[in-house]
């Protein structure tokens, strides 16, 4: 009798992949990020910096949502900010970003991304639940928390081992810097880094 | 009995397992390090996750806990930086530590890193991991958890037989799948509800919190207590305490960088990732992998742009954000979308 529910679950377990990939939009956002970044982890330190941030560029302008990514590391003070400023943060966090993952994401040595295939759904976000395999190293669970603009589903938050939040680290980052000298003095920070890592 | 240099902190902690050569993902190890009797120090990672061993693996997913979206008002956090009430104490001995890691410890690591060939590399953090799992066994049991106290014990018996003292980690492969986990006191007293105490940050042993460090302190003397020769002896602990921070420092340097490469202050992203990291271990400690309790969706993500509570006219910005990591790590203070 017990075998019954425990094949049914490792039927499910199997099939549900590709199922979900094809039914659930939010894990086409992952997955078309995870492919980007294989990819240029496997062009590697031969495609430099500046080229692996110009493949992976348009791959994180579709994925995520870096102007709301912005807003919400900023927090309420967001409002208060010149339009011009803001517009100057929302490029700066996005060349951030990308350098980011440009600087992190610079050889490959087997990796590979597997997405859970159940999507979690709340108060009209969604998390997708991802882990990095890593032949040489632990596995690192990574997960999405995305939303719907535009008709899109995109990420709005990144989580490592389940447990750190992008947005949170971002917030404590930014909030020093922002009380001290306000938006302009965030911008200069976040560009003279972004330059610095070659983005 | 001679209890030469005692050097705190050195003995607890796990040597974490090599770490993933390519993708430095920040934010996954964070630096810690030990003055020992002025002279010595020591550079640790935190924790790896826990192992799943309990988890169905591949679909070890939480399913949603229903009806329990905490999306409520949340009111603005107060100015200071929740759980640092010690910043500027903390942000001097930042500074003071990452000055010193600049010029003398980072040098110095990469320079071990050189030298040594890797198989030695290994072999050492082997040999100096499997000396933490009698302190390991020691907390599964305080914690009322046989079955874990029982795996752990029979990694350190098969390590330190036929690992050769623990210089192969054989106990993790396949056939007996015995990994590592990490347990110290500090887990043990969050496990029974104690709570973190304010941030430390603390020159040669880094991100901490008040019930943490403490805790570490009568774990360095379990084994000089314990065993005796040679973990009593000062021609032990300090090349331990040497060569097992440099290992360290050198082992996280990856993840360093690709930390505080992108960080606008990098004081407060440690302090935030450190916080966050450990409120996860003492979650999976409390609940188990296999069923996360806290959903990343349980936290409330508004923007400010819908938010009428944010609006400057309604909410002077002087009520900037805090970095509000500790128990809530993105509530905006908000309407809650």
């Known amino acids: 009798m017990r075998m019954f529910p425990l094949a049914a679950v490792a039927i499910a377990a199997v099939a549900a992949p590709v199922y979900a990939q094809a039914s659930d939009p939010a894990v086409a956002t992952i997955q078309s990020l995870d492919d980007g970044l294989i990819e240029i982890m496997r062009a590697g330190k031969a495609a430099g910096e500046r080229g692996r941030a110009a493949k992976i560029g348009p791959v994180i302008d579709r994925a995520f949502d870096i102007p709301l990514m912005t807003r919400l590391a900023v927090g309420p003070s967001w409002n208060s900010i010149a339009p011009a400023d803001q517009q100057a943060l929302v490029s700066a966090f996005r060349r951030m970003t990308v350098a980011q993952y440009a600087g992190n994401f610079d050889g490959f040595s087997g990796q590979s991304f597997v997405i859970a295939p159940q999507v979690e759904s709340r108060g009209g976000d969604k998390l997708v639940r991802t882990t990095l395999k890593d032949p040489h190293g632990e596995d690192v669970a990574i997960a999405y928390r995305l939303r719907q603009n535009g008709g899109a589903w995109k990420i709005i938050d990144v989580f490592y081992k389940n447990s750190i939040s992008q947005i949170a680290t971002r917030r404590s980052d930014f909030a020093s810097a922002l009380s001290k000298g306000g938006a302009k003095a965030l911008i200069a920070h976040l560009n003279a880094l972004a330059a610095k890592a070659g983005g | 009995m001679t209890l030469p240099a005692i050097v705190p902190a050195l003995l607890l902690i796990a040597a974490p397992d090599p770490a993933p050569p390519v993708v430095s993902l920040a934010s996954l190890v964070v630096p810690s390090a030990v003055l020992a009797d002025g002279s010595t120090i020591e550079l640790q990672t935190l924790p790896p996750p826990l192992p799943a061993e309990d988890s169905d693996e591949a679909t070890a997913v939480a399913p949603p806990p229903e009806g329990t979206q905490s999306v409520t008002v949340a009111a603005e956090r107060p100015r200071h930086d929740v759980g640092d009430p010690l910043q500027p104490f903390n942000r001097a001995m930042f500074g003071a530590h990452e000055a010193f890691d600049k010029a003398v410890l980072r040098p110095a690591a990469m320079g071990y890193k050189h030298v040594v060939p890797k198989p030695a590399r290994s072999a050492i953090r082997n040999v100096l991991s499997n000396l933490t799992e009698p302190i390991v066994f020691l907390n599964d049991l305080l914690q009322l958890k046989p079955g874990r106290a029982i795996k752990t014990f029979g990694r350190f018996v098969f390590n330190s037989t036929l690992g050769l003292g623990g210089v192969l980690d054989i106990a993790k ?21 104690v709570g973190p105490g304010p941030y430390l940050f603390l020159p040669f042993v880094g991100p901490t919190d008040l019930r943490d460090f403490l805790a570490s302190q009568p774990e360095n003397l379990v084994l000089p207590l314990a065993v005796g020769h040679p973990f009593d002896q000062a021609k032990y602990q300090v090349p331990k305490a040497v060569i097992g921070g440099l290992d360290q420092r050198a082992e996280a340097d990856q993840d360093l960088q690709a930390l505080f490469s992108t960080a606008v202050d990098p004081y407060a992203t440690l302090r935030s990732v450190y916080l966050q990291n450990r409120i996860g271990e003492v979650q999976a400690l409390k609940h188990g992998t296999a069923k996360v309790t806290i959903s990343p969706l349980d936290t409330s993500l508004s923007d400010p742009l819908s938010n009428p509570l944010a609006d400057p006219a309604a909410s002077p910005p002087k009520s900037q954000p805090s970095p509000p990591e500790l128990d809530d790590p993105l509530t905006d203070p908000a309407t809650g979308k």
């Open chain 2, 173 to 193: 492969l396949p056939g007996l799948k015995l990994p590592h986990h990490d347990n110290s006191f500090g887990d043990t007293l969050a496990y029974y509800g």
